[in-house]
């Protein structure tokens, strides 16, 4: 029996158990244990769903996750696009009762710009746009320098030196959450873990982190109100999807981490809430690896059956692009490869692995990258299709996150399984995965020329054809495969109230829900 049809027989009875009514506290899943609470420093979503409790931005998230206001009630924006202009609200104070001012945010872009800082997520200045982003970033210019100004204590401005209509969505990415120069100047790199330091603005303020739980409580400073939002929050971090599952039938868990439907279609109700977003889990093969050649790639890519490495999802969330269909402002065109029958492309697979020159007499080795991960489980299921190609040898390779991390971004790896959830709805947020910018994964993956479209593209008016062809140089490249467009699950118990799924990115900051209605 595998791992798969053992959960499937544990869950489907757990949601028979009786629910015991909890006090006012929220109990929040998390899959991997985050690497920080600084807003400069995190690496992925694990840690962005605790800062979104944490920090507010310029902008938010509505519940359909569109822009809206946040710490700024209002914007405006040049009429050739290139120079925005936010109203900080007055009144706004951190959590510790201080001021909060544009000059707070001027401070916090300034400092993610900052080479010293080594924030993971820099680059998406560039990617915005921001002037002299990439002199500060590469340290030619000073932090000062940036395309960010202050005109007085509710004014913010962000110069662009190309337009990019979508700059409040990408504002709501956690990167641009601001943070307190006193408080890091008086506590050093763990202000944002330590609770005499961590100062916040947003709705929850930080208590203590232990091995596997980080406690909030409501900030009394907040300048939105609610009667009903949880008086505490706990994220807690589980080592597997059947803890989860038993700590949610405990009644130790009100919200599980999102699941793939392929694990977590256990139960269908009130308890079980799922949603489309705008993600892509797909393969890496390293670029920079001499063994994995074109043709090496090709075959590798070639002999993957979606269907048998996702048995029971939706055929429809097979992923052939690396943009979703439901992403906002692209016009899906089902690539030519999704129609091919699987036994002729694993006739061109081994073809092309006598181009390279691989079999059993030239076996060829190979490593796949991967870590704990509630999306990790296809690794083995890929790793054992690809045995059906004579000489290729492929291990599979388990690491802690930090080390993942630290691996990927050192370009040392040979193959890993990568899941990319966009920052902002817009095709270019999937297609900056060939860019330079991103810097997860070595220099080299495409050209310069590439970057140079890509930049030009994102500030045309109407870029849909534009988009499809640059995507269309990536697949081509076979360096990213995509693989699936998973839709995910979460496990909410019937007295958490306001949990939905509108949001295509999938953030819902607890503030917005509430515990009430026991049974």
């Known amino acids: 029996m595998n791992l798969l049809t053992s959960l499937r027989i544990f869950c489907s009875c757990l949601f028979l158990a009786p629910l015991i009514p909890f006090a006012d506290t929220l109990v929040r899943g998390l899959p991997v244990k985050p690497v920080s609470l600084d807003p400069h420093r995190f690496l992925g ?93 590469t340290g030619e210019l000073p932090p000062s320098e940036l395309g960010v100004h202050v005109l007085n204590a ?61 406690l909030l409580e409501r900030n ?61 889990t797909y393969l890496v093969f390293n670029p920079q690896e001499s063994r994995l050649t074109p043709e090496l790639r090709q075959a590798l890519a070639d002999i993957l059956d979606r269907e048998a490495i996702y048995p029971g999802g939706d055929k429809a969330d097979q992923a052939w692009t690396l943009i979703p269909p439901w992403t906002r402002g692209y016009h899906f065109q089902q690539p030519d490869a999704a129609t091919v029958n699987q036994g002729i492309r694993d006739q061109q697979a081994r073809a092309l692995l006598a181009q390279a020159g691989i079999d059993e007499q030239n076996p060829v080795q190979l490593e796949f990258l991967t870590t704990h991960s509630n999306y990790s489980w296809p690794v083995r299921s890929i790793a054992v299709q690809w045995r059906r190609l004579p000489g290729v040898n492929v291990k599979v390779v388990t690491v802690g996150w930090e080390e993942y991390v630290h691996r990927i971004n050192s370009g040392d790896y040979h193959i890993l399984l ?52 640059l995507e269309q140089r990536l697949l081509e490249c076979y360096s990213l495969v995509p693989l699936s467009h998973i839709q995910t699950s979460q496990w909410v118990q019937p007295y958490v109230k306001g949990f939905d799924m509108k949001n295509p990115e999938g953030w819902l900051p607890s503030y917005r829900l509430s515990i009430k209605d026991y049974p």
């Open 45 to 137: 979503s694990p840690e962005a769903a605790v800062l979104k409790d944490m920090f507010e931005g310029l902008t938010v998230q509505d519940e359909a996750g569109n822009p809206s206001p946040g710490a700024a009630e209002s914007w405006s924006v040049s009429e050739d696009g290139r120079i925005w202009i936010f109203q900080v609200r007055q009144g706004l104070t951190w959590s510790d009762g201080s001021p909060l001012t544009a000059k707070d945010f001027l401070y916090s872009f300034q400092r993610l710009a900052d080479p010293t800082t080594r924030a993971q997520y820099s680059w998406y200045l560039e990617l915005a746009g921001v002037r002299n982003s990439h002199q500060v970033i």
């Open 418 to 469: 990568g899941h990319w959830l966009a920052a902002y709805n817009d095709p270019s947020a999937f297609l900056l995965l060939g860019s330079r910018h991103f810097t997860l994964f070595p220099p080299g993956l495409m050209d310069e020329n590439f970057e140079g479209e890509l930049q030009k593209v994102m500030g045309l008016a109407e870029p849909d054809e534009k988009y499809q062809q």
């Open 154 to 214: 509710h004014t913010l401005v962000i110069v662009l030196d190309e337009p990019r209509s979508w700059l409040p969505a990408l504002l709501t990415f956690p990167a641009f959450l601001p943070v307190s120069e006193q408080a890091i100047q008086r506590c050093g790199p763990l202000w944002a873990e330590t609770e005499e330091c961590a100062v916040t603005n947003g709705p929850y303020r930080f208590l203590v982190w232990n091995d596997d739980k980080i």
């Open 220 to 280: 009394l400073k907040f300048h939105r109100e609610s009667m009903e939002a949880p008086e505490e929050v706990v994220w807690k971090v589980f080592g597997s999807i059947l803890d989860e599952a038993m700590a949610f039938q405990q009644q130790d868990l009100d919200i599980s981490s999102p699941i793939p439907v392929e694990l977590g279609m256990w139960q269908k109700g009130d308890t079980d809430v799922q949603r489309r977003q705008l993600n892509t």
